[in-house]
């Protein structure tokens, strides 16, 4: 089954937890424009609280614990027996972190809205406003579902198999860095940014497209695949879009703002 929903299957779909993951780095709070307008029913996931521990030396979006991660989906109405549907506002940037989240923790059925609120809204559905009451859900958070890096793990990774940068080619290349304070890549990764993953719509490129986008930067059968990106949200969307071209990859969470809070860590540019 893809991970992938369209508008016309969610509209058709009964029975679903649909969670809006609207972010955006730096804000404004996601939250507000949900108010302004979500999908019917959907109720709001903020992904700094929700979807991540608090930012230290692990990253600036670790992993949260099983525990909190549990208490929040049961407050958001997620339970195990029901599928979830997650979506932001086009890209899927920041819903892939909540499909990524949702399947480490042990959830069987996420689906992501493909193109986000604007393709519902582009096919003329409806909107609600304000927020939205949902029942309190009996989701069983058990880790493990996805696979994982640590530093370590990542950096074997990048000399034994594929590790994927997920940041933009620029950063990757350590010409700029906005966020962190160190700039580069880790030694032996390959840059492959995420906004080659989706159409200039949001909406993911088709299967036989990303299986030969990814075979060519190295994911190949046989080949182990790791992914990172700043701090493990944009590289949810790479692990996303490789698990739609049909190759597994685990993913780096805690990410370059985790391997620079080590200043021995080896640093790589160009």
């Known amino acids: 089954m893809s991970p992938l929903i369209t ?15 609207r972010w955006k780095l730096g804000g404004p709070p996601g939250v507000d424009s949900y108010r302004e307008g979500h999908i019917p029913g959907a109720v709001f996931c903020d992904l ?12 600036r979006h670790p992993l949260p614990s099983a525990e909190h991660f549990q208490e929040a989906m049961r407050r958001l109405g997620v339970s195990g027996s029901r599928t979830v549907v997650v ?8 819903a892939a972190r909540a499909w990524w989240t949702l399947r480490h923790f042990g959830h069987p059925d996420v689906r992501v809205l493909d193109g986000g609120l604007r393709a519902w809204t582009a096919e003329g559905l409806p909107l609600a406003e304000g927020d939205q009451e949902t029942a309190q859900g009996d989701f069983t958070a058990r880790p493990g579902g996805m696979p994982v890096l ?6 074997e990774l990048a000399k034994d198999g594929v590790l994927l940068d997920a940041r933009a080619a620029e950063r990757y290349r350590g010409e700029v860095e906005p966020i962190d304070p160190v700039a580069g890549h880790i030694p032996g990764a390959v840059s492959a ?11 993911f490129h088709l299967p036989d497209f990303l299986r030969e986008r990814f075979n060519t930067l190295g994911a190949v059968p046989g080949v182990r695949v790791g992914a990172y990106c700043g701090s493990g949200v944009t590289a949810a969307h790479e692990v996303l879009a490789l ?14 703002s985790n391997w620079v809070a080590d200043p021995a860590r080896p640093v790589a540019t160009g």
């Open 243 to 256: 698990d739609v071209a049909g190759i597994p990859a685990a993913l780096y969470v805690g990410s370059w």
């Open 150 to 155: 640590d530093a370590d793990q990542a950096a």
């Open 193 to 203: 940014p995420t906004g080659e993953n989706v159409d200039p719509s949001g909406r």
């Open 7 to 21: 508008p016309s299957e969610l509209s058709a779909l009964t029975g679903a937890t649909i969670l809006d993951v």
């Open 48 to 59: 700094n609280a929700d979807l991540a521990a608090p930012a230290g030396e692990e990253g």
């Open 87 to 94: 979506y932001d506002e086009a890209d899927s940037t920041a």
